[in-house]
């Protein structure tokens, strides 16, 4: 990575009463970035973002913004900005104020303000809606409205708090595609807090997975859904059928196990590992058959238990031996939908050795 424009190193925050919010954090983030901040309510994302942006301070560590150390530097003289989940807008002044409001408070020359609003209505595709007042305005353009108000003032770096939760699920889709375009144009690193995984693996460069205040990893979309660290990011990442396993032995990359309701199987595994793992493969990975399969393939026979449309792909869940249940996505490529099966039909499921991801942590 080249200098990085924001470097978290050893940020802990703890509050008043104990709570330990971030645990000795570092992550570094690229210039141009979109990078997000995922986890689960309460993992500290938020706080995270908000000592970036010097709304919190840390308690330990540094926060390093264009290589200066910013930790307890007040917001307003951080090259960074923020856009609020609410994306609080003035209800009675215009779009054109609403955008021109901190250039003006920070005295800047009317002229230059003009342009600035101008450009920045461009940005967001606002410059016909001008002189309406916000509440003329549908969720989704007020919430370009405050983009563009943090956008004229330049920052090297702009933070969006959960930008598109309070937008309908149409419209979030949408604000999605508008806002990695926005990043593209305008060539300013954006940190993304959010809780929905959709929203990071569609739109973030990378992402730092977070739970109890820790990092568990940091990776691009991709890597993180197919080699996932832990229990915690496979399974907060997308869907995942976990098996427990029991390492019998392993040579190499080749890893022997006995698992929960497959019996022995051969997984590969890059590191050396301990005497139990979990093997982890995802649902879309996972073939039925009616007949027994040709391959070497991983399997086994068990019971269609339930059957869920959803139009473009069906989820099945399989009941196999000793508790063990898989479920299996399906894409319904033609009309007769995917597997073609039944509630309560014998089958076989199976998947590709490669497609097992063998975990430790
Ligand atoms: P959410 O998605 O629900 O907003 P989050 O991942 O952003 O959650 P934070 O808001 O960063 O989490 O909170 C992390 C932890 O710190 C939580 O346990 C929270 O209750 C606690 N916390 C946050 N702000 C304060 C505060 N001002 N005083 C005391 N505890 C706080």
């Keep these: 990575m080249t200098e990085p424009i924001v470097s978290i190193r050893n940020v802990s925050k703890k509050f008043?009463?104990?709570?330990?919010?971030?645990?000795?954090?570092s992550i570094d983030i690229a210039q141009n970035e979109f990078f997000a901040l995922l986890g689960p309510s309460g993992c500290g994302k938020t706080t995270l973002l908000r000592m970036i942006s010097g709304l919190e301070t840390p308690t330990s560590g540094e926060i390093m913004i264009g290589g200066e150390n910013m930790a307890y530097t007040p917001p307003n003289k951080r090259p960074t900005n923020m856009v609020f989940q609410s994306y609080a807008v003035f209800p009675h002044m215009t779009v054109a104020q609403n955008v021109g409001y901190g250039l003006k408070v920070t005295g800047v020359e009317a002229s230059e303000i003009t342009r600035r609003v101008a450009e920045g209505l461009e940005m967001v595709k606002l410059s016909h809606l001008a002189d309406r007042k916000p509440d003329q305005m549908s969720g989704g353009q007020r919430q370009r409205v405050a983009l563009a108000r943090a956008l004229v003032k330049r920052p090297k770096v702009l933070l969006l708090d959960e930008p598109l939760s309070a937008l309908d699920a149409k419209l979030r889709d949408g604000m999605r595609l508008e806002l990695t375009r926005l990043q593209e144009t305008v060539g300013i690193t954006f940190i993304i807090v959010t809780h929905d995984q959709d929203e990071a693996l569609s739109m973030a460069s990378?992402?730092?997975?977070?739970?109890?205040?820790?990092?568990q990893q940091i990776a691009t979309p991709a890597e993180?859904?197919?080699?996932?660290?832990?229990?915690?990011?496979?399974?907060?990442?997308?869907?995942?059928?976990?098996?427990?396993?029991?390492?019998?032995g392993q040579k190499?990359?080749?890893?022997?196990?006995?698992?929960?309701?497959?019996?022995?199987?051969?997984?590969?595994?890059?590191?050396?590992v301990g005497s139990g793992v979990a093997i982890a493969v995802r649902p879309e990975k996972l073939k039925i058959t009616t007949a027994e399969p040709m391959s070497s393939a991983i399997r086994l026979q068990g019971k269609v238990r339930d059957v869920a449309y959803?139009?473009?792909?069906?989820?099945?869940?399989?009941e196999g031996k000793d508790g063990l249940d898989l479920s299996v996505n399906v894409q319904n490529d033609t009309r007769l939908g995917g597997a073609g099966v039944e509630r309560g039909q014998k089958v076989w499921v199976h998947w590709a050795?490669?497609?097992?991801?063998?975990?430790t942590e």
């Design 252 to 272: 190499g990359k080749v890893l022997n196990c006995e698992a929960k309701g497959l019996g022995k199987i051969e997984v590969s595994s890059d590191k050396q």
């Design 206 to 215: 990378r992402i730092a997975v977070m739970d109890k205040g820790a990092v």
């Design 16 to 25: 008043p009463g104990g709570v330990i919010a971030v645990d000795n954090v």
């Design 353 to 359: 050795a490669e497609d097992s991801i063998v975990l």
């Design 224 to 248: 993180l859904y197919e080699h996932p660290k832990s229990r915690f990011v496979a399974d907060f990442i997308g869907k995942v059928n976990l098996i427990d396993a029991k390492v019998l």
């Design 310 to 318: 959803y139009g473009d792909t069906s989820h099945i869940l399989i």
